[in-house]
């Protein structure tokens, strides 16, 4: 699929248009003078005399208007802990909806939101969520608009349905929120209640919905005084049990089937002062981690993986680079640098393995230690730190009888520094990142296939424009640095991110005495935040030698890259709608040979209808460019020119069958790609405990030109010494994802995930490259030369001198089936014990091309498959 398709990142916020902070009056807390049981009751007299927070807003549906529904919210506070009470009336307490989920599940239901910005800097803060139900949810607020549920606090919530409505009771230590010590304090807080059968959000204070901002909209906290910030220490002991049982081949001396793997280790926090945090693990275990999907990727670009891990998911928010300031973010054919990429550390070992016939490698790099250190400085900085270090790494392997063992993987230290200063108007920023990778390869094998060192450095910020900061401006740049062997820099330079060795380029050249490669990288963009006419422009740059993929992730270098896009939406409430949107972009492509290898434009519109039905269009047309990555280093070549569309539309996810569905397609011209996608989803939400969901996708791909491989041939004049050797393929595939969460308790929940795969790929006759700068090509199996698709043995010009060579039988199909299962306790607060069930199996065909669906699940079930059992337990102590 091109990359046409826009990507908008879009804040969900909340605050209110013609209301200022100062404007706004007080929240007021008390102190406490007995304990509160959390319990969802509000029988403590507190609840009584605290006085309370009544005045709630519409955002949605009739932004502005008076709550529907009243709500009392009140604040107290003792030397540990701060506490919420609401009670939330209901007029009709049968159409409450409470669903009971795991934590942190995104659950349709009625809900109260506490939102607190401790230092009030009108930056960022914490939110803490609960259900009627008792789910909890909690996550950081950063940007003034962003928030990131990865971070999990530990504190307590209860609800309770009754006669009147609902309630619910908060405790939220201070332990787990960061802040100055002062005489008395003076924080932001917010409040949002949600009303599922109305889809209703009621705010103390919104963010109109033709603006943006939400903490720095949040009125003052007053009378908070007399406590003081906690030193933050928690440990956190694990154990675990894991069992492997995989498949093995006959005679394997390392693999019998079976094995046992028992671990321990600790992970830890520690405060230093109120503002700082050291978060460390000790020999981590990932195992309860949801598999990653499996994927057949027949382009040069690395498929990209989220981060998964609680170690590196939680505070990923601090490590951010380049996109603060604006709430929207668009990008067409353009892929933002990754400067600092966690999944990076302990994944599979790099190093190539030696010729065997059995092998015992690890699956991924062992993280002896990993230490982050996180928070606030001085007036206005937020700083991150990062350390890692990973195990040096072996196999053991067997040849012709005789074993041996040889490094896969060297011992490693990454690095990532973070550094952002806001100004205290929130209306500038200014920031700095420093990355670093260092591996310890002396004298080994590895010397050659791996970079010695890698090092970025970056620096971001935004400044606001206007009195009502309207307009905001923000860019960033870096600079990287790769050194290692010549050998290895030179493999570097022809790589699918660089392709130095193109034999048509003017502006890159191979260089093999070369031992380090260094880049720069940068974008600028200019967004209108407010009002009903939308703007957002754009334009980047990464230079051919710019490298982090070392600590990082990047798509594409050798880019220069550039859109405006402007739109219109439509937030008042119509006959018919709630809200709509359309937008138009150009935008353009090229590298620094001034080649224009992408331009386009792009239209795209969606509504929500007032029954909550969505529907999303978009429709891109691309004229004729050029391509600089076909031939995978080899010259340009035409991107014929062509559309692309799609359309999708969801119902109602308040109801207990939530339906999606979409249709993508892409048309091009001489027939070098014609694609369809068909995709949708069903969620059935038969109890208030139990969510079912099944989301399958269908695609047939005509790609006219599948690259297969470069084959020398001096006698090849018209493509500089080369065959370029290209074949038609028609992909078929099906894959799916499957899921079930069986929530007993807020605290005990049983999730299965499964995803299968069924993926063909029906190559035609081959055939070279004719001549640069087309998309011309010579069949093989005519004009004298000769092609067995049996053998794949060709013969470019028959009889002629030109070398024969042989390309396989590139047809394929490809199975797979890989899930887990998670029975979760959270015990105690912080404290939590799984039971996990990993399987994978798969199975894969060469010479097969055909797309037989039965057949192939057939199989894939007849296929045994690895299973991997593990039990975790793990114990949080902190004060």
Known sequence: MH?????????????????????????????????????????????????????????????????????????AYDDEAIYIGARLFDTNPAGIVARLGRRDASLTADELTFYV?????????????????????????????????????????????????????LRIPYSQLRFRREESYRWGVNFRRYVCSKKEEDYVVF????????????????????????????????????????????????????????????????????????????????????????????????????????????????????????????????????????????????????????????????????????GKVGRGWSVGVLDAVTASETGDFQLAGQRFRAQVEPAADYFVGRALQESADARRGLGIIATGVVRSLGGSRLRDELDQRAFALGLDGWQFLGANKTWVVTGWTALSNVEGSAARIADLQQDAQHYFQRPDATHVA?????????????????NKEKGNV?????????????????????WRTDVINMHAWSGYRWTKPGRFTREADVGFAYFQSYDFGGNVTWRGTFTHGSVRLKNEMRFFSFFAYNPETLS?????????????????????????????????????????????????????????????NLLVSFEPEMSWIHN??????????PLAIDTYGHRYVFAPIEQTQFVA??????????????????????????YAAPGELARPRSYAFRTYGADSSTFDPKTGDVDPDGPGPAPAFNIGTPDFSCKSLRGNLVLRWEFRPGSTAYAVWTQSRSDHEDGVGQFAFHRSVSRLFSVRGDNIFLVKVAYSWHR
């Not at 803060?125 to 139900?133: I, L, P, Q, R, T």
């Open 3 to 75: 990359c046409a398709f826009a990507m908008l990142f879009a804040a969900a916020g909340a605050t209110q248009a013609v209301q200022t902070v100062e404007s706004l009056p007080d929240v007021a807390a008390v102190r406490l003078t007995r304990p509160v049981v959390i319990d969802g009751v509000l029988d403590e007299e507190v609840w009584e005399k605290a006085p309370p927070v009544t005045a709630f807003v519409q955002r949605e549906p009739n932004e502005g208007a008076q709550a529907t529904e009243k709500t009392e919210v009140r604040i």
């Open 117 to 169: 910005d401790p230092y009030h800097d009108g930056r960022g803060g914490y939110y803490f969520a609960v259900n009627a139900a008792g789910t909890l949810r909690d996550g950081v607020l950063y940007n003034d608009d962003w928030n990131d549920d990865s971070w999990d606090g530990i504190w307590e919530g209860r609800a309770r349905v009754d006669a009147q409505g609902w309630t619910a009771e």
């Open 207 to 374: 963010t109109p919905k033709k603006a943006s901002g939400f903490v720095s909209r949040f009125p003052h906290l007053s009378g908070l005084v007399g406590i003081t910030p906690p030193r933050r220490i928690a440990l956190t002991p694990y154990t675990i049990g894991k069992a492997e049982f995989t498949g093995h081949d006959a005679g394997d001396p390392f693999n019998d089937g079976s094995r046992l793997r028992p671990a321990l280790g600790v992970d830890f926090k520690v405060g230093l002062g109120s503002n700082l945090t050291v978060d460390g693990t000790i020999n981590p275990d990932f195992g309860q981690v949801e598999v990653d999907p499996a994927v057949v990727n027949l382009s040069d670009v690395e498929t990209f993986f989220p981060e998964k891990r609680p170690f590196f998911v939680e505070g990923a928010n601090n490590f951010r680079f380049g996109q603060g300031g604006a709430t929207n973010w668009w990008g067409f054919n353009w892929g933002n640098p990754q400067l600092f990429y966690s999944r990076r550390i302990g994944r599979a070992p790099e190093g190539s393995q030696p010729g065997n016939d059995f092998h015992d490698a690890p699956a991924g790099t062992r993280i002896i230690t990993a230490g982050k250190l996180t």
């Open 510 to 526: 191979l260089d093999p005495t070369r031992t380090s490669l260094s880049g720069l990288a940068g974008r600028a963009t200019v």
């Open 534 to 554: 939308l703007f957002n422009a754009a334009v980047g740059f990464i230079d051919p030698g710019f490298d982090v993929s070392d600590a990082g992730f990047q």
């Open 628 to 688: 600089d990555t076909r031939t995978r280093g080899g010259p340009l070549t035409i991107n014929p020119h062509g559309v692309e569309w799609h359309a999708d539309m969801r119902t109602d996810d308040r109801k207990k069958v939530d339906v999606r569905f979409g249709v993508h397609g892409t048309d091009y011209a001489l027939r070098s790609e014609h694609g369809r996608w068909v995709f949708g989803g069903l969620t059935l939400r038969p109890r208030s």
């Open 704 to 713: 006219g030109a599948q690259y297969l491989d470069t084959f020398d041939d």
């Open 737 to 762: 994802g499957v899921r079930l969460n069986w929530t007993f308790t807020p605290r005990l929940s049983l999730e299965l995930y499964a995803q299968p795969l069924v993926s063909s790929g029906d």
